[in-house]
């Protein structure tokens, strides 16, 4: 609020000043405020000037209300949680018509508040109009045309959905359907326009009408004009084709006078004019206006100038036009930068998600041949559910106890990494049938895959496997008495899947089935991990959030699948944390385990330095996705970081003696000698990022540090400060960086440094910071000799389809050149790579092998050629069911009669730690007919398309 300049001069007097005083001590409001000055005012005797003065200040104290009182009511420019809106369009005290009503702002309209809108019969302003719009409303008459805004409501979603949805006549008759999404999105398409238009309908009644052309077809988007200061959206619809063959398009473009008040008729909902966006300069007559209509002919009469009116509402929408030329421009140059965003962003998560491993849904299982099982379709199935999406039914079957192979070990179905005896030897020894028999889920029968191995019940079932003679008679007796079922002495009574299940299915059965029953910090951690995993693959931008608090509330909200229940904090971050850290090596989940067993006497420090951590998930993933840092991310070693704070937390009494040991061992007079051991460097930088990271467990609250220690604008800050890098590089100095620049040694610097005193003197701090400075030259230099990941012969690396085997050949066949790196897993073996090759190696000299040989057998070139796809894409299904064999120093896996090969040098140089597939063989297929050798292929479970009607010859070839 400004003040008026005469109230500090001397006419105002101290009369005038009491009486201020007064009124702000006797109100509680503004208003009550103005009042109470006015009254005093008429008491009082003052001069006109000095009267003058109150109106003044009254005045500006009445704007300056009304613009807080604006201010309050507009949420443009703020994001709101769904049920924050929901609560706001709840409230019956709020109007949702004229000034008073909340502007909830485009950011705050998504699906879910649409659908929330159309259920329950409410209404939300949704933004003000734009410019363009209120081009087009110029005499409009409106009463405050400043104050149009647009808004939504049930009526209108209701009739586009009855009109347009996916149910709705229209779309069954072809027309493409408009969902929540779109809606949605209906503001967007009116402020990106290709083309907007004032119009009619047949009753007289005003719209505004806008087009998109989206990928061959056209968005309309129709909003009313009504008495209350709004423009209502009425209908939305998509057409096939060109906007500009819009039957109301057309008749508009024939319009002689293109201006603001251009008016046309036309039915709502089927068609709508428009104004292109191609005006080049001022249109100055009707020869300018007539050369943007697709209607000019040789008939058009002679042409006059344009009054001063027309004229400066001609010019008025070419300047409309040409803003709206300069907002797509705008538009497009966002788009293509979000594109670059996102591709750097696919190369940066290749190297970090290669680091992390895979999740537990993609653990390979092996399994084996069925073991015989007898199922009682007479007993009523059993179900066990996960969530609201993934039910399964189950058969009981009756199995030998010699089939059945519980395990213990981290690994397939097993996902708990502790045994507890004690319940194995209660069960064998006291075998109580209440705590099973009828208790639904999990907590049922065991249940097994048809192999035999078990997905839930390991501790049951080795605990029946132990049964003494007291307790296995307890058990058969409950069998007898719940299913009416006599077992034979070497029986078991278990639960199979009713349908086969997958890979991910397995795994995520097996790791629910865990759910709140951990025997340990790791079980709880492998569980939530396979619990959030749908949901953290489409995690996939950053999460903005200006506290610890917020961040991890923002986590637990956008991994939460299940509306019913409340996001889970603790759960959904440690699964966030889990999920990007590294599998190998030290693996993140069992640090859980043994750091709780160290620090079984203080168990409060544990719990410290695990919550920093959980609670900083979202910090981790937020690094990935900062482009700002492209070569910045602590996933790679965030196990090794962990590990180190745990430890340090553990064997130090404060930071200075950790850092103290740290110095001492990393700065030397030669680095050189560092970097010959194996896989040195790696370990060395993560244990001193451990180190920098360690001392936010001592500060008074871990999370909140080390949270301000990762926002990407304190690190800039950090960086600029400590002079690693800036903004742009120091043109006096050629070894300057600029923030996307920086390394990990940069940044393991730059945590160095963060949350120390400005004037610190620290030697051993100065030691370390070179240390790492070295490690840095060392590492640029290259001294030490990278291990041959990839021949370059191999070309480019399709890195989407790791893990998938037959997406990666179907891809490799598609493109003819290129690998897949880890196409394949096998336990004991690791990551198997694919490569595309040439006649003498790779993919492509299996095809040329398995045809040649078809051809020599009498098939012709298309059957050759058939044969040979079918047998490659039998790969898949040999990693996973065969056994790893090695006879005269060569891999490979076999299964029945078939061989897949494998190698792990190229080039007499190892490759790093995987193999990659180097030949197909299958036994006696030189001699047989393919015809016969796929149906042995198929009689073994790998299920191969038939060939195309042999030529005669081979039809010899198989009578024979």
Do not use: C
């Amino acid at each position: 609020m400004k003040l008026p300049k005469a109230l500090n001069e001397a006419t105002a007097g101290a009369a005038l000043k009491y009486h201020i005083k007064r009124a702000l001590e006797r109100s509680h409001s503004i208003s009550e405020f103005s009042k109470n000055l006015e009254l005093s005012a008429q008491k009082s005797h003052f001069s006109n000037n000095t009267l003058k003065i109150i109106e003044e200040l009254n005045n500006g104290v009445k704007q300056a209300s009304e613009e807080i009182k604006e201010k309050a009511r507009d949420f443009s420019n703020e994001k709101l949680t769904n049920e924050q809106i929901k609560e706001l369009l709840n409230n019956a005290e709020i109007p949702t018509s004229g000034r008073d009503a909340i502007t909830f702002g485009v950011n705050n309209l998504n699906p879910e508040i649409v659908e929330f809108l159309h259920k329950n019969n409410k209404k939300m302003i949704i933004e003000k109009a734009s410019n363009k719009e209120l081009e087009l409303l110029a005499d409009a008459n409106f009463k405050h045309p400043e104050n149009i805004r647009a808004s939504l409501d049930h009526d209108a979603i209701a009739h586009i959905l009855k009109r347009h949805g996916v149910n709705s006549v229209n779309v069954r008759n072809g027309e493409i359907p408009i969902t929540n999404e779109d809606i949605a999105n209906y503001r967007y398409i009116v402020n990106n326009a290709d083309a907007i238009l004032r119009t009619l309908d047949n009753e007289n009644k005003e719209f505004i009408s806008a087009f998109k052309q989206i990928n061959g077809y056209a968005v309309v988007v129709e909003q009313a004009i009504n008495k209350k200061n709004e423009l209502a959206l009425k209908t939305m619809y998509k057409s096939n084709g060109d906007y500009k063959d819009n039957n109301a398009y057309k008749k508009f473009s024939s319009t002689l006078t293109l201006n603001a008040d251009a008016k046309v008729n036309h039915r709502l909902s089927s068609y709508s004019g428009a104004t292109e966006n191609n005006t080049q300069k001022p249109l100055t007559d009707q020869e300018d206006l007539l050369k943007t209509s697709e209607n000019l002919n040789e008939t058009t009469p002679k042409l006059t100038k344009l009054s001063p009116l027309e004229q400066a509402n001609a010019e008025k929408l070419a300047k409309l036009e040409s803003k709206a030329l300069q907002s797509e421009q705008e538009f497009l140059k966002a788009k293509e930068q979000e594109l670059k965003r996102k591709d750097a962003l696919k190369k940066k998560l290749e190297h970090e998600r290669g680091n992390a491993g895979n999740i537990e849904s993609q653990t390979k299982i092996e399994v084996g041949e069925d073991i015989p099982t007898q199922i009682q379709a007479q007993i009523p199935k059993s179900r066990v559910r996960l969530n609201e999406r993934e039910i399964y039914d189950l058969d009981y079957a009756i199995v030998k106890a010699k089939d059945l192979k519980p395990s213990f070990t981290t690994g397939g179905t097993q996902k708990r990494t502790d045994m507890n005896e004690e319940q194995i030897k209660s069960i064998a020894e006291n075998f109580d049938p209440k705590k099973i028999f009828g208790s639904g889920g999990f907590e049922d029968l065991p249940i097994i895959l048809h192999d035999g191995q078990v997905i839930a019940g390991n501790h049951r079932i080795q605990g029946m496997l132990n049964f003494t003679p007291k307790s296995r008679f307890a058990y058969e007796r409950a069998i007898k008495e719940y299913y009416h079922i006599d077992l034979k002495p070497d029986e078991l009574l278990v639960r199979v899947p009713h349908n086969r299940l997958n890979n991910t299915e397995i795994n995520n059965l097996a790791a629910s089935s865990n759910q709140g029953r951990f025997n340990s910090e790791s079980d709880h951690a492998i569980a939530v991990l396979s619990h959030y995993e749908a949901k953290l693959k489409e995690l996939d931008q950053k999460l903005d959030a200006d506290s610890i608090y917020s961040l991890k509330n923002i986590v637990a909200k956008n991994l939460n699948f299940d509306k019913a229940t409340h996001p889970n904090v603790g759960d959904s971050n440690l699964a966030l944390l889990m999920y990007n850290m590294p599998r190998t090596k030290t693996q993140g989940i069992e640090l859980l385990n043994r750091w709780q067993k160290e620090f079984s006497n203080d168990i409060k420090s544990y719990e410290k330095v695990k919550k920093m951590f959980v609670d900083n998930a979202g910090s981790f993933h937020n690094l990935i996705h900062d482009m700002n840092f492209p070569n910045v991310s602590l996933n790679a070693y965030l196990s090794d970081i962990m590990d180190r704070s745990f430890a340090n937390l553990k064997n130090y009494q404060s930071t200075s003696e950790s850092l103290k040991d740290l110095s001492e061992k990393f700065y030397k007079t030669s680095s050189l000698e560092m970097f010959e051991k194996s896989d040195q460097s790696t370990s060395d930088i993560s244990e001193i990022l451990g180190g920098a990271i360690a001392r936010f467990a001592r500060f008074d609250d871990p999370s909140k540090a080390l949270f301000e220690a990762l926002r990407s604008d304190n690190i800039k800050k950090g960086l600029k400060d400590f002079k690693i890098a800036d903004v742009t590089k120091d043109m006096f100095n050629p070894k300057s960086k600029e923030f996307k620049d920086i390394d990990i040694y940069d940044f393991t610097h730059y945590l160095l440094m963060v949350n120390r005193e400005p004037n610190e003197n620290n030697p051993t701090l100065k030691r370390l910071i070179e240390a790492v400075k070295d490690m840095q030259k060392e590492s640029e230099k290259g001294i030490k000799k990278p291990k041959l990941e990839t021949p370059s012969e191999w070309g480019q690396n399709y890195s989407e389809f790791k893990g998938d085997g037959l997406g990666a050949i179907n891809k490799l066949l598609e493109t003819k050149k290129g690998f897949v790196a880890g196409a394949f897993y096998k336990e004991g073996l690791g990551d198997i790579d694919l490569v595309w090759g040439n006649k003498d190696y790779g993919l492509e000299h299996i095809l040329k092998r398995r045809e040649k040989q078809a051809k020599n057998q009498g098939l012709n070139e298309q059957q050759a050629k058939e044969y040979a796809l079918n047998i490659a894409k039998t790969i898949p299904e040999v990693i996973e069911k065969g056994v790893k064999v090695e006879r005269n120093g060569r891999m490979a896996i076999e299964y029945q009669n078939i061989r897949v090969g494998l190698n792990d040098k190229w080039d007499n140089q190892k490759l790093d730690n995987k193999w990659v597939v180097s030949s197909y063989e299958i036994h006696n297929s030189e001699s047989e007919s393919p015809f016969l050798l796929m149906t042995q292929l198929q009689e073994v479970g790998l299920g191969t398309p038939k060939l195309t009607e042999p030529n005669p010859i081979t039809k010899k070839l198989n009578k024979e």
